[in-house]
T-cell receptor, first 114, second 113 residues
Framework: EAQVTQNPRYLITVTGKKLTVTCSQNMNHEYMSWYRQDPGLGLRQIYYSMNVEVTDKGDVPEGYKVSRKEKRNFPLILESPSPNQTSLYFC?????????????FGQGTRLTVV | GESVGLHLPTLSVQEGDNSIINCAYSNSASDYFIWYKQESGKGPQFIIDIRSNMDKRQGQRVTVLLNKTVKHLSLQIAATQPGDSAVYFCAEKSGTGRRALTFGSGTRLQVQP
């Protein structure tokens, strides 16, 4: 089954404690992204990757890091989480194609930073 | 910066009626406009898209209309069903640069039995 898998689904952590949210896709997609979803703001792109070892900032990258060592995996790293990073996070993947508008999203990770 | 927004945060319709969800956009340079559906507890799911040089596109029970003159996008759902209850996002995509999807804030569709 074609899918994007995120882990964990729920996470409560304390300020400053480093964490990683994993993302894996099995569709051989080149393009992968991380979004955060906050009430009234829709989804905002944090970081994206056009292919292995190619990553770049999205609209709200502050406080986040990513890596793309393998095509299927795109982990999101919060080196020192803060309460304003409490949010619902989604990983998405798609083909790197001008015409491709269909992104596949994971189930989401609800993060609470206290 | 450019933005994609929505007129109504919540839309309530009766089962069997047609639904119309509206969206205003401001980036005239976008190549595609897209609708996503997000059910409770799930990630957004692609519904339908329309290229910027078109004004109408139909899918299964859904129709997307694009009015470039007033920068308006709408999603029409025919014979709305309980399974259509969800949050609907319009999004736009440019074919150049980072080709990110820029999402609006969403409209919640509630289908009353």
């Amino acid at each position: 089954e074609a899918q994007v898998t995120q882990n964990p689904r729920y996470l409560i952590t304390v300020t400053g404690k480093k964490l990683t949210v994993t993302c894996s896709q099995n569709m051989n997609h080149e393009y992968m992204s991380w979004y955060r979803q906050d009430p009234g703001l829709g989804l905002r792109q944090i970081y994206y990757s056009m292919n292995v070892e190619v990553t770049d900032k999205g609209d709200v990258p502050e406080g986040y890091k990513v890596s793309r060592k393998e095509k299927r995996n795109f982990p999101l790293i919060l080196e020192s989480p803060s309460p304003n990073q409490t949010s619902l996070y989604f990983c998405a993947s798609s083909f790197w194609d001008r015409k491709n508008t269909e992104a596949f999203f994971g189930q989401g990770t609800r993060l609470t930073v206290v | 910066g450019e933005s994609v927004g929505l007129h109504l945060p919540t839309l309530s319709v009766q089962e069997g009626d047609n639904s119309i969800i509206n969206c205003a956009y401001s980036n005239s340079a976008s190549d595609y406009f897209i609708w996503y559906k997000q059910e409770s507890g799930k990630g957004p799911q692609f519904i339908i898209d329309i290229r910027s040089n078109m004004d109408k596109r139909q899918g299964q029970r859904v129709t997307v209309l694009l009015n470039k003159t007033v920068k308006h996008l709408s999603l029409q759902i025919a014979a709305t069903q309980p399974g259509d209850s969800a949050v609907y996002f319009c999004a736009e995509k440019s074919g150049t640069g980072r080709r990110a999807l820029t999402f609006g804030s969403g409209t919640r569709l509630q289908v009353q039995p």
